[in-house]
């Protein structure tokens, strides 16, 4: 157990630095240099225990997710992550517990040379809020708002299996351990969205279900799309645990928490998206394609249309009974 002053210490020692940091922890504000011709890109999200991470899910997974979360959104942008800020909100002062969510912070902030350059240490219930900074090339940053009609859509990875770990988690409580290690562990496509800059037309991290976010890019596009289910790119753990077939569709459709992107290309560039997915080793497959005619089409194998009935997670929002 320690103070404020000795979390902050023990944060300290520990956050990695680089050359673009003037000033790090220690000062009022941190001091970054941006390098010339790039722009600043930035995001925040907030992880409350209980409601983005099951109250029991061990402090290294806590770490690790507070920012693969917000390294999807650097990704989505395909934007280079650079600096941190760490806010955190901790019950007590445990510096155990500390130590064990800065493992795992560490693990992945060390696999992309991010430097951790300040934040703050409050006492309350707990929450972690990240401010991730990264850079892009200017004018090259992936929007939202660039699909073109007969763009083909593609999604990274799998999709689906942090959603199957959620419904196990609100069932008995019993979680598919490969299934939970995706819900804890989630992988930021960095390198996937940095390759794909000049390649895709619009792109945006799957955080709230596949409807709801490529739903954000149909809306910035002002498009339509149609989705073949079978294409859904599907992990053999998934299927083997939700074996039937529209059950499946309804976690990968409606559930988030994979962070995979989700991003348009022109047909044109399918052949190289392949080459530069295989050379980044993330597998990506095309779901559907972009419509002139507004709204969200989604087929089954047999051709049938298929209503899911879903909506991505809204915080304020009661859920449906
Ligand atoms: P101030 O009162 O000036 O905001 P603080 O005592 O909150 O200063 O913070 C002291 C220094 O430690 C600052 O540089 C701040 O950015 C850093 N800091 C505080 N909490 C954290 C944290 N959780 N992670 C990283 N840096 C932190
Ligand atoms: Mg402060």
């Known amino acids: 157990m320690g103070g404020e002053v000795s979390l902050i210490e023990r944060i300290r020692v520990r956050a990695a630095t680089r050359p673009d940091v003037i000033l790090g922890i220690g000062d009022d504000a941190a001091l970054l240099k941006v390098p010339a011709d790039h722009e600043l890109v930035l995001s925040t999200d907030t992880l409350i225990a209980g409601v983005h991470f099951p109250v029991d899910t061990v402090a290294a997974d806590v770490g690790w997710k507070a920012l693969a979360v917000n390294?999807?959104?650097?990704?989505?942008?395909?934007?280079?992550?650079?600096?941190?800020?760490?806010?955190?909100?901790?019950?007590?002062?445990?510096?155990?517990?500390?130590?064990?969510?800065?493992?795992?912070?560490?693990?992945?902030?060390?696999?992309?040379?991010?430097?951790?350059?300040?934040?703050?240490?409050?006492?309350?219930?707990?929450?972690?809020?990240?401010?991730?900074?990264?850079?892009?090339?200017?004018?090259?940053?992936?929007?939202?708002?660039?699909?073109?009609?007969?763009?083909?859509?593609?999604?990274?990875?799998?999709?689906?299996?942090?959603?199957?770990?959620?419904?196990q988690w609100r069932g008995n409580g019993l979680m598919s351990a490969k299934l939970r290690h995706r819900l804890d562990r989630p992988t930021p496509r960095i390198a996937a969205g940095i390759a794909l800059r000049d390649l895709a037309s619009a792109a945006i991290d799957i955080s709230d279900g596949l409807v709801a976010d490529l739903g954000h890019i149909l809306q910035r596009s002002g498009a339509g799309a149609e989705i073949d289910l079978g294409r859904l790119p599907t992990s053999r753990t998934l299927a083997e645990h939700f074996p039937d077939d529209a059950d499946r569709w309804r976690l990968q459709l409606g559930v988030g928490d994979d962070y995979e992107l989700c991003f348009t290309a022109a047909p044109a560039h399918a052949l190289a998206i392949e080459q530069a997915m295989a050379a980044c080793d993330t597998a990506a497959t095309v779901v559907g394609r972009i419509v002139r005619e507004p709204g969200l089409r989604l087929r089954t194998p047999e051709g049938e249309s298929f209503e899911p009935a879903i909506g991505g997670y809204e915080h304020f929002v009661e859920p449906a009974a």
């Open 71 to 167: 390294l999807s959104d650097l990704a989505a942008m395909g934007a280079e992550p650079a600096w941190i800020s760490l806010a955190l909100t901790l019950p007590e002062a445990d510096s155990d517990w500390l130590d064990a969510f800065l493992d795992g912070y560490c693990e992945l902030a060390d696999e992309h040379r991010i430097a951790l350059v300040g934040g703050d240490t409050t006492q309350g219930p707990l929450s972690i809020t990240i401010t991730a900074h990264g850079l892009v090339p200017s004018g090259m940053a992936l929007r939202r708002d660039g699909a073109g009609i007969n763009d083909d859509i593609w999604v990274t990875g799998t999709i689906g299996d942090a959603a199957g770990a959620l419904r």
